[in-house]
């Protein structure tokens, strides 16, 4: 028999749901997004230097990186990629002569409130043997920007708090704030009525002000938390799916054994210890496979498309590492288990090439140009001459690398000036410390001459270039706009001509 051709309705039917399906297929395939690309290449350790107690955050287009000085200053790193912040200059935002807080600076963190950055920070008092006198301190940003400038706001303290073991009552470390409910918390490492060092927490009227005592929600009681000597500190908020969790650092930092518990919010009152449950084994430890000894005293970071999770801590390369300046900050991606809670995995190796935080588009910069406020100009080694004494000054900004420079942390606030060109240092002349002494390239001498404090301006991006030496900052003669000004010391007049902006650059 013969077949039947298919009539014209059915195949006009067919076509429209052919049709139909076409449009709504290109509709998902244009509305579902693309796998986040990965980050720029970057490798552990974040910050080689001073990198204890690291507090990171993604802000408008770059990451700022704060962490411990053991002095009265500190030092923020800037970088639009978590790659950079290993090379990117440290500024010094914050210094302090008031003898009661003007040394050994720990554990600074910045949180953002009512169009503020505020600084938690504990310092300790001038000629006080450490580390008795700790105690909790919070600045004021002037507005947006996380690099200030600063202002002190309080002291954050509470007659319920024990000194450890002398000296007035009021001993607090490591501060870090919770919200819960619309309200602030301040979290912190202390004793209460001569406990051990514990984790404690006081609620806040605002992000400077405490409205009532301290209690504490966790004490080392666990043998994992006691090795070396008990102790609690570093609490870090972390929030996920509605659920509140509390990382903390336990055990001393001395040891090797220095790691990561954690605490969840099961009830509804912070200030209770009953409303917080422990995880009885720790989240975070050692790794001798890959050199990681007493990681701890973390912070989280989103990364910057907001689809990532990651850790940054410190930790040591050695298991007799200890508490100071070996410490060293690294930053990892985390996930989350089929439960809910965090999994941090193992702490990674130092070495290997890892993707960065998803959504980086920006170029890793690896050098600066440095750009004077009044002229417009670049910081120029006068036509990219090798020798000793070549003359610095101001030129027309060309991109050569001449006018780029490499700003390499010293590891004790200061840092040199490194000409990408010649790979000499900026230095003064016959190390005098009178104004109008010039300044021009020589080779590296590892002396107070050659070494500079970048400190944070007013405004914008704009720093003064302190000679170490002298106290003076670099200076365009006469405020001249013309190429070849000579750049000179010259006392601190807070005008443009003695401001310069950082510009990263690769």
Same mark, same amino acid.
Not at 158 to 166: E, K, N, Q, R
């Given at each position: 028999?013969?077949?039947?051709?298919?009539?014209?309705?059915?195949?006009?039917? +067919?076509?429209?749901?052919?049709? &139909? #399906?076409?449009?709504?297929?290109?509709? =998902?395939?244009?509305?579902?997004?693309?796998?986040?690309?990965? %980050? +720029?290449?970057?490798?552990?350790? @974040?910050?080689?230097?001073?990198?204890?107690?690291?507090?990171?955050?993604?802000?408008?287009?770059?990451?700022?990186?704060?962490?411990?000085? $053991?002095?009265?200053?500190?030092?923020?790193?800037?970088?639009?990629?978590?790659? %950079?912040?290993?090379?990117?200059?440290? @500024?010094?935002?914050?210094?302090?002569?008031?003898?009661?807080?003007?040394?050994?600076?720990?554990?600074?963190?910045?949180? $953002?409130?009512?169009?503020?950055?505020?600084?938690?920070? !504990?310092?300790?008092?001038?000629? @006080?043997?450490?580390?008795?006198?700790?105690?909790?301190?919070?600045?004021?940003?002037?507005?947006?920007?996380?690099? %200030?400038?600063?202002?002190?706001? /309080?002291?954050?303290?509470?007659?319920?708090?024990?000194?450890?073991?002398?000296?007035?009552?009021? *001993?607090?470390?490591?501060? !870090? =704030?919770?919200?819960?409910?619309?309200?602030?918390?301040?979290?912190?490492?202390?004793?209460?009525?001569?406990?051990?060092?514990?984790?404690?927490?006081?609620?806040?009227?605002?992000?400077?002000?405490?409205?009532?005592? $301290?209690?504490?929600?966790?004490?080392?009681?666990?043998?994992?938390?006691?090795?070396?000597?008990?102790?609690?500190?570093?609490?870090?908020?972390?929030?996920?799916?509605?659920?509140?969790?509390?990382?903390?650092?336990?055990?001393?930092?001395?040891?090797?054994?220095?790691?990561?518990?954690?605490?969840?919010?099961?009830?509804?009152?912070?200030?209770?210890?009953?409303?917080?449950?422990?995880?009885?084994?720790?989240?975070?430890?050692?790794?001798?496979?890959?050199? @990681?000894?007493?990681?701890?005293?973390?912070?989280?970071?989103?990364?910057?498309?907001?689809?990532?999770?990651?850790?940054?801590?410190?930790?040591?390369?050695?298991?007799?590492?200890?508490?100071?300046?070996? +410490?060293?900050?690294?930053?990892?991606? $985390?996930? *989350?288990?089929?439960? %809910?809670?965090?999994?941090?995995?193992?702490? &990674?190796?130092?070495?290997?090439?890892?993707?960065?935080?998803?959504?980086?588009?920006?170029?890793?910069?690896?050098?600066?140009?440095?750009?004077?406020?009044?002229?417009?100009?670049?910081?120029?080694?006068?036509?990219?001459?090798? #020798?000793?004494?070549? /003359?610095?000054?101001? *030129?027309?900004?060309?991109?050569?690398?001449?006018?780029?420079?490499?700003?390499?942390?010293?590891?004790?606030?200061? !840092?040199?000036? &490194?000409?990408?060109?010649?790979?000499? &240092?900026?230095?003064?002349?016959?190390?005098?410390?009178?104004?109008?002494?010039?300044?021009?390239?020589?080779?590296?001498?590892?002396?107070?001459?050659?070494?500079?404090?970048?400190?944070?301006?007013?405004?914008?991006?704009?720093? +003064?270039?302190?000679?170490?030496?002298?106290?003076?900052?670099?200076?365009?003669? /006469?405020?001249?706009?013309?190429?070849?000004?000579?750049?000179?010391?010259?006392?601190?007049?807070?005008?443009?001509?003695?401001? *310069?902006?950082?510009?990263?650059?690769?």
């Amino acid at each position: 028999m013969p077949q039947m051709s298919e009539q014209p309705s059915a195949r006009r039917h +067919r076509s429209l749901i052919l049709c &139909v #399906l076409a449009v709504l297929i290109a509709m =998902v395939s244009a509305t579902t997004p693309a796998t986040a690309a990965e %980050g +720029r290449p970057y490798t552990n350790p @974040v910050k080689s230097q001073k990198g204890a107690d690291p507090w990171l955050e993604y802000y408008n287009g770059n990451y700022y990186l704060v962490t411990t000085s $053991f002095t009265g200053v500190l030092t923020m790193r800037k970088s639009p990629t978590l790659a %950079g912040l290993s090379t990117a200059a440290s @500024v010094q935002i914050w210094s302090d002569t008031t003898p009661t807080r003007n040394t050994n600076i720990w554990a600074p963190e910045i949180h $953002f409130f009512d169009g503020h950055w505020y600084l938690y920070y !504990s310092a300790a008092q001038s000629g @006080v043997a450490c580390c008795d006198s700790q105690r909790t301190h919070v600045l004021e940003s002037a507005g947006t920007d996380p690099m %200030g400038p600063y202002t002190y706001k /309080n002291i954050l303290t509470d007659a319920s708090l024990t000194p450890g073991p002398a000296g007035a009552q009021g *001993w607090l470390i490591d501060a !870090s =704030v919770l919200k819960h409910d619309d309200r602030l918390y301040l979290l912190g490492s202390g004793k209460i009525n001569g406990s051990t060092q514990s984790l404690v927490i006081a609620p806040m009227s605002n992000p400077y002000t405490l409205s009532g005592p $301290f209690t504490i929600i966790s004490s080392p009681t666990l043998s994992w938390e006691t090795q070396g000597s008990p102790v609690n500190e570093g609490p870090e908020p972390l929030y996920h799916d509605g659920r509140t969790f509390l990382t903390f650092s336990a055990s001393s930092c001395s040891t090797a054994e220095y790691k990561l518990g954690q605490l969840e919010l099961t009830g509804s009152d912070p200030l209770l210890a009953s409303s917080w449950t422990k995880k009885q084994t720790p989240v975070f430890q050692r790794n001798d496979a890959n050199g @990681v000894y007493g990681p701890g005293h973390n912070g989280f970071f989103s990364s910057p498309d907001g689809t990532e999770n990651w850790i940054v801590y410190h930790a040591n390369t050695s298991a007799n590492g200890g508490c100071g300046n070996a +410490r060293t900050t690294r930053a990892q991606k $985390f996930t *989350w288990n089929a439960d %809910g809670t965090p999994n941090f995995g193992t702490p &990674v190796a130092l070495g290997p090439t890892l993707p960065g935080p998803s959504g980086e588009t920006a170029t890793t910069p690896t050098a600066y140009t440095l750009v004077n406020r009044n002229s417009g100009k670049c910081l120029d080694v006068e036509g990219g001459n090798t #020798l000793d004494g070549t /003359n610095i000054f101001q *030129w027309s900004c060309t991109g050569g690398a001449n006018q780029k420079w490499r700003v390499e942390d010293l590891g004790n606030d200061t !840092s040199r000036l &490194v000409n990408v060109a010649t790979g000499k &240092v900026a230095d003064t002349a016959n190390c005098a410390k009178t104004d109008g002494t010039d300044i021009a390239q020589w080779s590296w001498l590892n002396n107070n001459c050659q070494k500079f404090r970048l400190v944070h301006t007013a405004t914008g991006d704009y720093v +003064r270039i302190v000679n170490e030496n002298s106290g003076k900052v670099a200076d365009v003669a /006469n405020c001249g706009t013309q190429n070849g000004t000579d750049v000179r010391l010259w006392t601190w007049l807070n005008n443009n001509c003695q401001q *310069w902006r950082l510009v990263p650059t690769t």
